[in-house]
């Protein structure tokens, strides 16, 4: 470039400046002196709710009520002011609760104070994240999430048990609002999946440890009849806690390839040992559920991995005495000591499904109510069909809303394949998608068979899988690259920080 002191040749100065990372920001409150206000009144709600019911029974143990109370409140302050570390800590405790059952508490458990703490919290972020400016364009997952809570209200209003629908209801609410605001989060940041898949694996160790103790030391004959010992580690049924480890170990093997060796040790540790509790709980429909998925890693990520999942599972099965007679156990008709058969074989199954079905006619519209088939039944069961439960309890408008949720995800789960079959995303987005889908396969399949519909503790950590391929769907697109200047452009800018005089003549 030539300089010249001509005064018709105007100098301009142009500089660039360097390029901001693509990164999603929204303003965070900040905890002042309103928040010590907040804390102390948690402090003595939570208090004063303890004294209250130790005054109604004396024997009531204040300790167990105070701590309680003075954790879900201290809990509640952090979620109104750091939202993620709520959901991580929720995330991280939710499986250790179902067995922390407070008799003096009644109905008021820990599990349950957890989930109304997580709709009143979800529910403000989202407010928050409205009115501030943070929300994220929702997703048709996020719609589909949406539409499968508001379905089920109808079938609460012609319950035939209302008390028992109401829980149910409240713990929809809960899934619904953690999925919409772990949507948001992935929305805004997508390596947030790494610290909630680090929080789901800090959830996993309390009921791995309990497994163990159970299966060695203290665990009891399956009351149905069966013979066996099934173990349910910090859950409520042998069947959840399986669910919920074969989502888990299916995740975590999708994740070996994205680590380090030492990493990759531990967390193919971590997986094999999830597996072998899995054959332990006795769990037949998620023992095939995992065996599909494990496929489904295979036939994306290494052909060679169904090959170390199958010999482990294969060791463990050895190691576990009464495989091959829980097998055995599903066309059998007599229980392990003779008698009428009572455990829940695939007999048992079709032959309650047979059972349960009327009661659609009852009301086709609404349903009988949310959870509440059971009432209608001497076995006192939920229809271990969860397409059956979706129509009898929900009726046409309550099965609609459960099937949109699964086609949408569908949709989403089938793209995000094709994007990972095709390579249009980075590694680490790619495995992670195939994690997702295998992990949620596992747990569709077992829809069939199993209670999943309204066990919300499952739903809870499917949510993670759900968010993550809506994300990588419908969600803002990482790293694009930057349009490249035509070949005849006469102006060339100058490097990013750099500052460079241009001349351009006055036409005067």
Not at 381 to 387: A, E, L, Q, V
Not at 405 to 416: D, G, K, M, Y
Request: charged residues 15%; glycine residues 8%; aromatic residues 10%.
């Amino acid at each position: 470039m030539t300089l010249t002191n001509d005064p018709h040749v105007d100098r301009i100065s142009i500089r660039v400046d360097e390029p901001q990372p693509d990164v999603a920001t929204e303003p965070s409150p900040t905890p002042g002196p309103m928040a010590m206000f907040v804390a102390v009144l948690a402090v003595m709600a939570g208090l004063v709710v303890a004294i209250a019911f130790r005054a109604t029974d004396p024997d009531t143990p204040l300790v167990i009520l105070g701590f309680t109370f003075l954790g879900a409140a201290i809990l509640a302050l952090i979620g109104l002011y750091r939202f993620e570390w709520f959901l991580l800590i929720t995330l991280a405790i939710r499986t250790s609760l179902d067995d922390l059952v407070a008799d003096e508490l009644g109905t008021f458990q820990p599990s349950a104070i957890l989930g109304i703490l997580a709709i009143l919290v979800c529910a403000l972020h989202l407010l928050s994240l409205r009115l501030t400016g943070g929300w994220r364009r929702i997703t048709p997952l996020g719609l589909a999430f949406v539409c499968f809570f508001v379905a089920f209200v109808p079938s609460f209003a012609t319950s035939v048990d209302r008390q028992l629908s109401m829980g149910a209801m409240f713990g929809l609410a809960s899934v619904a609002l953690l999925y919409l605001t772990t949507e948001q989060l992935l929305l805004r940041d997508r390596s947030a999946i790494w610290r909630l898949l680090a929080a789901m694996a800090v959830g996993a160790v309390v009921p791995m440890i309990v497994g163990f103790v159970q299966f060695f030391w203290t665990g009891s004959l399956d009351p149905g009849g069966s013979g066996l010992v099934r173990i349910d580690g910090s859950f409520a049924h042998p069947n959840s806690y399986a669910t919920f480890l074969c989502f888990a170990a299916l995740f975590g093997f999708s994740v070996v390839p994205l680590v380090d060796v030492r990493q990759r040790v531990a967390l193919l540790a971590i997986s094999l040992t999830g597996t072998f509790l899995l054959i332990a709980t006795f769990a037949r429909g998620a023992w095939a559920s995992f065996l599909i998925g494990s496929l489904i890693l295979a036939a994306q990520i290494n052909k060679r991995l169904v090959v170390v999942i199958a010999a482990g599972a294969l060791a463990a099965a050895a190691v576990v005495p009464g495989v091959g007679d829980r097998l055995a156990n599903l066309t059998a008709t007599t229980g392990a000591y003779g008698g009428a058969k009572t455990d829940d074989s695939l007999a048992w199954r079709l032959g309650y499904w047979e059972k349960v079905w009327p009661f659609f006619g009852d009301n086709p519209v609404t349903g009988v109510g949310i959870d509440a088939t059971k009432t209608l039944t001497v076995e006192y069961k939920d229809p271990h069909n969860s397409f059956l439960q979706a129509l009898i309890e929900g009726g046409v408008i309550g099965g609609f809303g459960f099937f949109t949720l699964l086609v949408v995800a569908s949709l989403a789960a089938i793209r995000a394949w094709r994007h990972a079959r095709r390579e249009s995303s980075d590694r680490a987005t790619s495995l992670l998608s195939v994690g997702a889908i295998a992990a949620l396969v596992s747990v569709g399949v077992q829809l069939v068979t199993e209670n999943v519909l309204l066990n919300t503790i499952v739903w809870w950590y499917l949510n993670i899988a759900f968010a993550w391929l809506a994300a990588v769907v419908w969600g803002p697109v990482r790293g694009p690259r930057r349009p490249q200047p035509e070949p005849d452009t006469p102006l060339a800018l100058p490097a990013a920080g750099q500052t460079t005089t241009i001349m351009i003549e006055d036409p005067r």
